[in-house]
Structure formats: C-alpha cells, structure tokens
T-cell receptor, first 112, second 111 residues
Framework: QKEVEQNSGPLSVPEGAIASLNCTYS??????FFWYRQYSGKSPELIMS????GDKEDGRFTAQLNKASQYVSLLIRDSQPSDSATYLC????????????FGKGTLLTVNP | DVKVTQSSRYLVKRTGEKVFLECVQD?????MFWYRQDPGLGLRLIYF?????MKEKGDIPEGYSVSREKKERFSLILESASTNQTSMYLC???WGQGEQYFGPGTRLTVT
C-alpha cells in the first residue's frame, strides 16, 4: 500500500526562523508531490507543487524533492504567526493514477 | 483561479435521513473527488470520478454513493445517514494528474 509519512508534530518555531517540514513516501513510481496548508476548521489550500528532483522556490517557501531517497520537504523562511497551520504532504503515481495519497499532516506553530 | 464550491458549510441531519452533498467546479476539470477528514485519520478518499457518469470507489465507499451527470458537478449521497458519518466532507477537482483544488468543506453532523 502506498504511504506518505509525516511527523505529526507539533513543530514549534519562533517568528523569523526557518520551519522545516519533512515527508517520506513508499511508492517509488510517484512522480508528483504537493504541499497543502490547512488552517483549523478550513479546507486544504495548495501552496507548492514539485515534479522533479531538486529545489523549487516560491517566495518564502522552498520545496525539495529527492526521488532516490523518497523524500520531500518544505522549508518556510522568515516564519510568521500566520504560517501556523497543519501542512499536508501528498504524492501521486505516474501512469493513469489520478489519486493523491496524503500524509496525516504536521502541525506547525510559529510563536511571536 | 480555480473555484470549487460546496452546497453547505454546515449541515445537521438525523440518523436514517438521505443526505445530498453537492460540489461544483468552474475550471472544466476532468477529475473530481470526495474525501472525508477526521481527527487522527487524515484525509480518506470516498469516491472519485474521471469523467461524466464515470466513478470509482476510493478507500472507504461503504455507505456512500455518488453521481456525476454534468462535468462541473459531483454529488455525494449518504443513503441512510449514521452517526459514524459525522465528519468534515471535502470535495476536490483536478485536471489530468496535477494539483487537486479543494472546496471549503461541509461539516456534517448526524444526530
């Protein structure tokens, strides 16, 4: 069974620090990975997609993918209290599989 | 921007009632999904649809059915609601094998 594993946290960082969120996956065929942010009581919001090995940067967010190690991470620079949320990692498989497998999420708290 | 809407944000139903949850997307996406999310269990896929009138079971289809008569609309049906179906229900849409975009969710309480 395909699995996506995340540390459940909570992860607590001070304002202005770098928050590092990690995810491992079991399906070697997985091609695409996504990070979602979910505020309490709200639905998941897509923040990053990454499809190839290496880093992808978007503002304060950097996604990193290492397919050999089956590892994907999200770095949040200059963390703000508004970044406090649960972060979900998701991956799909190549071929005709549309489905995403989601991790259970890591709760991040940014302390002012 | 992709917009996915769901018919209700909050819903309270009684045990045994038939419940309809509707989802509409405006981006002409082929694929649509229904999930439920419960504390400690994460997101679990109930059903998905990759085309009009096409559907496939997800991981937890028991007690649910779906309908997709038009490309933009995907409905989740609880044939006879039970208390263990109290949950947050999330609809998502997707083009191809790319990102999934979620609606705001429906928090359903079955009493």
């Amino acid at each position: 069974q395909k699995e996506v594993e995340q540390n459940s946290g909570p992860l607590s960082v001070p304002e202005g620090a770098i928050a590092s969120l990690n995810c491992t996956y079991s399906d070697r065929v997985s091609q695409s990975f996504f990070w979602y942010r979910q505020y309490s009581g709200k639905s998941p919001e897509l923040i990053m997609s990454i499809y190839s090995n290496g880093d992808k940067e978007d503002g304060r967010f950097t996604a990193q993918l290492n397919k050999a190690s089956q590892y994907v991470s999200l770095l949040i620079r200059d963390s703000q209290p508004s970044d406090s949320a649960t972060y979900l990692c998701a991956g799909n498989s190549g071929g005709s599989n549309y489905k995403l497998t989601f991790g259970k999420g890591t709760l991040l708290t940014v302390n002012p | 921007d992709v917009k996915v809407t769901q018919s209700s944000r909050y819903l309270v139903k009684r045990t045994g009632e038939k419940v309809f949850l509707e989802c509409v997307q405006d981006m002409d996406h082929e694929n649509m999904f229904w999930y439920r999310q419960d504390p400690g269990l994460g997101l679990r896929l109930i059903y998905f649809s990759y085309d009009v009138k096409m559907k496939e079971k997800g991981d937890i289809p028991e007690g649910y059915s779906v309908s997709r008569e038009k490309k933009e609309r995907f409905s989740l049906i609880l044939e006879s609601a039970s208390t263990n179906q109290t949950s947050m229900y999330l609809c998502a849409s997707q083009w191809g094998q790319g990102e999934q975009y979620f609606g705001p969710g429906t928090r359903l309480t079955v009493t």
